[in-house]
């Protein structure tokens, strides 16, 4: 079992900057890839940017390209999300995921364990 614990929401005007961490416990996620998703309410949960197990390749859905970066530290057993120029339809729950394996993919379905999301609000 892996336990994820995201953490670093909160509310924040447009234009503005939040970095979130989300922190495994239970087993190393070095060997596994990690990618952030995000539920906005009345909407289905959806992808936001993955990293491979070694930081190799990151990927990104196009409404967050260039704005968000995604990068982990395995030494530190976390993933982290930095997130400049936000917008308010960035504003969501936003959850980190691990897949056990080393390709990244953009389906939830794929991703083997979920953290309890952190809330993002971003004002206009």
């Known amino acids: 079992q892996v336990q994820l614990v995201e953490s670093g929401g909160g509310l924040v005007q447009a234009g503005g900057s939040l970095r979130l961490s989300c922190a495994a416990s239970g087993r190393t996620i070095s060997m596994y890839t990690m990618g952030w998703f995000r539920q906005a309410p009345g909407k289905e949960r959806e992808f936001v940017a993955a990293?491979?197990?070694?930081?190799?390749?990151?990927y990104y859905t196009d409404s967050v390209k260039g704005r968000f970066t995604v990068s982990r530290d395995n030494a530190k057993n976390t993933v982290y999300l930095q997130m400049n120029s936000l917008k308010p339809e960035d504003t969501a729950v936003y959850y980190c995921?691990?897949?056990?394996?080393?390709?990244?993919?953009?389906?939830?379905?794929?991703?083997?364990?979920w953290g309890q999301g952190t809330q993002v609000t971003v004002s206009s």
């Open positions: 995921a691990t897949r056990r394996f080393v390709n990244i993919v953009t389906m939830a379905s794929a991703y083997d364990y």
């Open positions: 990293i491979s197990w070694n930081g190799g390749t990151t």
